[in-house]
């Protein structure tokens, strides 16, 4: 998978108390297997890939893989806290990656397909996508 085939998409916040009770605009999921390939295919080129919510980035996003550790433990895990809690689905916003390359710059990408699912047991054993 390359980059060109990802859509950008910007990147915002929603402080809390401001967003409506339960809305239900759509049914999105994070798109495991196009992460999975995305990372697979360019890990030469980056840093670091994040994942969230774009239209509340800063309240919902954490790292799922990085050229160190390679996949991240799955989120809100009750072992050791390492910063990987992030939200991988929503009925109101869409999920995404930001990646950020050697170079250290960052792009933000929408990376979803339709689904409810909000598990993160597609990332199957720890530094194994599916």
């Not at 060109?4 to 967003?19: D, K, M, N, Q």
């Not at 990372?39 to 800063?58: C, F, K, S, Y």
């Not at 954490?62 to 989120?75: C, E, K, L």
Request: hydrophobic letters at 40%; one cysteine or more.
């Amino acid at each position: 998978m390359d980059f060109v085939e990802l859509t950008p998409i910007a990147l915002g916040h929603t402080p809390l108390g401001t967003r409506g009770p339960n809305p239900h605009i759509h049914d999105w999921q994070l798109d495991w297997q196009k992460l999975s390939s995305l990372i697979a295919d360019n890990q030469d080129v980056m840093m670091e890939v994040d994942a969230g919510l774009a239209e509340d980035w800063l309240n919902t996003h954490g790292t799922i893989w990085d050229n160190v550790q390679g996949y991240h433990r799955y989120p809100n895990d009750n072992r050791a806290f390492d910063d990987t809690v992030f939200w991988a689905a929503s009925t109101w916003a869409t999920p995404a990656i930001v990646v950020t390359f050697h170079n250290e710059i960052s792009r933000a990408f929408s990376c979803y397909r339709v689904g409810t699912d909000p598990d993160f047991h597609y990332l199957g054993p720890r530094g194994h996508a599916y």
